[in-house]
Nanobody, 122 residues
């Protein structure tokens, strides 16, 4: 069992940066893949980024590639999402999620955090 808690959301101006954190609990954290997803009002939840259990492999949605960086610190059971060059289209609730194999499909993730709101003003 893995529990996930996101933090770091807030209000930021367009062009700004913010870092989200996802703290995990459970003995298996360092052996599972992690992902970030987001959901904007009236839209479906979409993939943002994912990272393998070791951190050696990362994956990004085209919409955030080159602007967002996913990383993890297994010693601290934490995954990060560094978000740069933010624009209003990035406004959404951001969720971290965990599963054994990673991937871009939300339905394949077993564990989810409660989400953290990011609002980017123009």
């Amino acid at each position: 069992q893995v529990q996930l808690v996101e933090s770091g959301g807030g209000l930021v101006q367009a062009g700004g940066s913010l870092r989200l954190s996802c703290a995990g609990s459970g003995r298996t954290f360092s052996s599972i893949a992690m992902g970030w997803f987001r959901q904007a009002p009236g839209k479906e939840r979409e993939f943002v980024a994912a990272i393998s259990w070791s951190g050696s492999s990362t994956y990004y949605a085209d919409s955030v590639k080159g602007r967002f960086i996913i990383s993890r610190d297994n010693a601290k059971n934490t995954v990060f999402l560094q978000m740069n060059s933010l624009n209003p289209e990035d406004t959404a609730i951001y969720y971290c999620a965990a599963n054994r194999v990673g991937g871009v499909t939300a339905s394949r993730y077993e564990y989810w955090g409660q989400g953290t709101q990011l609002t980017v003003s123009s």
